[in-house]
């Protein structure tokens, strides 16, 4: 029987998709650059988090359609 899976295929998918609904809540880029920054630091164990405000800041943009 053909069994499919639902959800994220990996964590990085998860990561994705929390973003995704996180902007469909309306949440604002400093909520997304949190959530980023505890990504990166705190279940990818990286050093540095990058500039998450940057990042997040873009993302909004483009989902509200002004790349």
């Known amino acids: 029987i053909g069994v499919k899976r639902?959800?994220?295929?990996?964590?990085?998918d998860s990561y994705a998709l929390r973003?995704?609904?996180m902007l469909n809540e309306g949440r604002r880029a400093t909520d997304i650059a949190e959530?980023?920054?505890?990504a990166a630091l705190e279940t990818?164990?990286?050093?540095?988090?990058?500039?998450?405000?940057?990042?997040?800041?873009?993302?909004?943009?483009?989902h509200e359609g002004h790349p």
């Open 19 to 21: 973003i995704f609904v």
């Open 6 to 12: 639902f959800g994220p295929d990996d964590e990085y």
């Open 44 to 62: 990818m164990g990286l050093s540095d988090a990058g500039d998450c405000v940057a990042i997040a800041q873009t993302v909004v943009k483009i």
């Open 35 to 38: 959530y980023l920054r505890w």
